[in-house]
């Protein structure tokens, strides 16, 4: 191109490292550019949260005014902070790499407490203004006080450190952008499938006027379609909510194995327990309004749902079944008993991993009083072992989920060569131990036992969640299914025994609470084919 552009950017690091990304792949095309920076409403007022500020495009409507106005020629925004509906006469012309749309939770490290889930103390000061990110946090722990948090990227971390709250939560793309030094704070990522983030979060729009096609055609080297499809199913959605910054909305679309994930949280208000939804799809025809109806008022539910474990009336699966007024029946089908109640503690002397496939085998495996190796490291198989291991104060090193094959070849990749100590139930699968080589030292030690109930009573519920290969067993020695009961198996292992006695099933996408509640409500969408 001849002419030289000018870039529009607010001023904050963030923006600006942002627009000089763009700065400098224009110039990589020899294309001359420079920047003016832009004060946006969003940066103006700091002492109101989102859902205080009126309107939509807090932080791009001044930078769009004057690309209207013809003295900027290119608006660059964190995708998500735009509105869903361009103004008339401009465009998204290009759609950057995506960032890794991870949340952060920074913690002053004298408020960590490692036996919470997401490690911040109980009761502790969490600084945020996303009514999001709010509904999702206290979902997992209703105890934390959620305050208002505003400014840029390293004025809140600065807040943070001036002790104003326990912890804070960021998004990983920006700290990772601005290459942020985070090593006086414990930091916990949460992944875009445990809190899921912002509709286009970690991505960069690069807007132009509509009728600049010769800037179009030079800037195409600088967008990426398959991010863009992504991207277009979040936005849609949040479009057809009508949502701002200010919806408790978080949607996140990713390519998988040939095969599009969406994963949805929303609620109405920021202290409102959330809903969550997983659906799959070959393609993204239609599928954000797919989502949308299952989130419409019309929808219907199942009077029941069974589940094979005890639950607390804490329980993030009862709060999210019982929203609706879905009775959960919720009792196992099994009792486990202690095979050993000594230890001998030389067996650990030497160990390097401890690994436990259950939060049954971490319950009865510290009952016995173990004396560790300090350099002792954690591998567990899912969630729910990780948070029993949690609750014994320990991090876990390694957590393993989905097919047992699979993990056993990434635990194998860690654990090869090196003595690993096995506490297990009885007659364990040994699917971890059987992928380790021949030069690793394997240590099973048996601690507890499963025994099926007798005479177990069946059930009416329209679906039925199982949550063990042993429950699964249980309920079927004098049961049968009704053929318009839905099944949902924790994991790989559960499923393998309903393949053995024929019952079809679905699989949660993640084996805890929140993936359990998930694949509840994506049954019932696909049996209203949502």
């Not at 952008?177 to 809190?195: A, H, K, N, Q, W």
């Not at 196992?332 to 002397?349: C, E, F, G, M, Q």
């Not at 198989?381 to 991090?395: I, N, T, V, Y």
Request: glycine fraction near 6%; aromatic fraction near 8%.
């Amino acid at each position: 191109m001849d002419r030289k552009l000018i870039i529009g950017t607010r001023g904050s690091d963030l923006a600006l490292w942002q627009a000089n990304f763009v700065k400098d792949s224009l110039e990589a095309l020899n294309i001359s550019v420079e920047l003016k920076i832009i004060k946006t409403q969003g940066d103006r007022i700091l002492n109101l949260s989102f859902d205080k500020l009126e309107g939509k495009g807090f932080f791009t409507k001044e930078l769009e005014d004057e690309l209207l106005a013809g003295t900027i020629d290119i608006a660059v925004h964190s995708h998500k902070d735009l509105p869903t509906e361009n103004p008339p006469g401009l465009i998204i012309a290009a759609v950057s790499e995506r960032e890794d749309p991870s949340e952060l939770l920074l913690i002053l490290k004298d408020c960590v407490d490692v036996h919470q889930k997401l490690s911040v103390k109980y009761g502790g000061i969490v600084g945020t203004s996303s009514n999001r990110r709010k509904a999702q946090l206290l979902a997992y722990r209703p105890d934390l006080d959620i305050k208002d948090l505003r400014g840029n990227v390293p004025t809140r971390v600065n807040k943070l450190r001036g002790e104003n709250y326990d912890a804070i939560m960021l998004a990983k793309a920006g700290v990772s952008r601005l290459g942020l030094d985070l090593s006086d704070f414990y930091v916990e990522e949460l992944t875009p499938t445990e809190l899921i983030p912002a509709p286009a979060q970690g991505a960069l729009a690069i807007q132009i006027r509509e009728n600049d096609k010769e800037l179009f055609e030079a800037i195409q080297p600088l967008n990426h379609p398959d991010v863009a499809e992504e991207l277009a199913v979040e936005r849609t959605l949040l479009q057809l909510f009508g949502g701002g910054c200010h919806l408790p909305l978080g949607c996140y679309c990713r390519k998988e194995d040939g095969v599009y994930q969406v994963f949805t949280s929303k609620a109405d208000e920021g202290d409102e327990f959330p809903d969550r939804l997983f659906l799959e799809a070959p393609t993204t025809e239609g599928l954000a309004q797919k989502v949308a109806l299952f989130f419409s008022k019309d929808r219907k539910f199942p009077m029941k749902v069974f589940i094979s474990r005890e639950l607390s009336e804490k329980s993030y699966f009862r709060k999210a079944l019982e929203k609706h007024d879905i009775e959960v029946e919720a009792r196992s089908l099994i009792r486990t008993v202690a095979v050993i109640t000594k230890l001998d503690n030389y067996i650990l002397k030497n160990a390097d991993w401890l690994f436990f496939s259950s939060k049954n085998a971490v319950e009865y495996f510290f009952q016995l009083n173990p004396l560790l190796p300090k350099k002792v490291k954690f591998g567990v198989m899912g969630s729910g072992s990780e948070d029993m291991l949690r609750r014994k104060g320990h991090f876990v090193d390694f957590t393993g989920d989905g097919d047992p094959a699979e993990v056993a070849a990434e635990f194998a990749a860690l654990a090869n060569g090196k003595t690993v100590v096995f506490p297990s139930a009885e007659n364990s699968m040994r699917s971890i131990q059987q992928a380790l080589s021949a030069d690793t030292k394997i240590i099973d030690l048996t601690v507890y036992e499963t025994i099926l109930e007798d005479d177990v009573q069946q059930t009416g519920a329209e679906i039925m969640v199982f949550t063990s290969p042993s429950n699964v067993e249980a309920y079927f020695v004098d049961n049968l299914l009704d053929p318009d009961q839905k099944i949902i198996a924790i994991g790989v292992s559960t499923g393998k025994k309903l393949d053995e006695m024929g019952v079809k099933y679905t699989l949660p996408y993640s084996p805890d609470e929140p993936g359990l509640a998930e694949a509840v409500f994506g049954t019932i969408c696909l049996s209203q084919r949502c």
